[in-house]
């Protein structure tokens, strides 16, 4: 059966349509409406606890949205991160913020975090050419159900919190499982593991 083409939208277009409520991201000019399960939302609920933590901690002058838009260098994507950490103070220089919550500087982004689900070829191929194309420091995978493609979590298939750090313009990565403590570029401080994200499924914080 013949299958009509979707004609793509522009960002601007979907910015316009966008509505207050719902997640809905731009891929590539087509409208995809995000649906995380409960576990997701579990596991990125504790990760913005924990760093919101030690935003104050340390002084920070960082910030967790809750629906901020990053929007691609080809002005064709616009992604909601699971967990957007913001650097304030370059806020003025994004000419979208006050008008829709929307950036797409690197100086803006210190880390991004997407947390897998079923749709995890977004996070590992998609998501990840687009934040390193921006430039973005530091990416965050965390495939606590071990989702993932072999290639990117070995053959035993663990869960594993992948750490992308931009190194000449190229994302190099390292991986996090069990009671693995979590480095951290832009939280060097952070004092938390691999497992304690995980068992966030179970309301364990």
Known sequence: MFQPLVEPITFE???????????????????????????????????????????????????????ALVKSVDKKSGYIPDVLVLNLPNLVNEPLWKKASTVSQAESIPLIIEVVSTNWRDDYFFKFGEYEEIRIPEYWIVDYAALGGKRFIGESKQPTI???????????????????????????????????????????Y
């Open 162 to 204: 992948s750490v992308y750090g931009l190194i000449e313009c190229e994302y190099q990565v390292n991986q996090f499982r069990g009671n693995n403590r979590i480095q951290s570029p832009t939280f060097p401080e952070l004092n938390l593991t691999a497992e304690q994200v995980f068992q966030a499924v179970l309301g364990e």
């Open 13 to 67: 277009e979907f910015l316009e349509w966008k509505p207050e409520n719902g997640r809905y991201e731009l891929h590539k000019g087509v409208i995809v409406e995000m649906q995380p399960t409960g576990d997701h939302e579990l596991v990125r609920a504790f990760l913005i606890r924990e760093l919101n933590f030690e935003i104050r901690r340390c002084s920070l002058a960082y910030s967790i949205p809750s629906q």
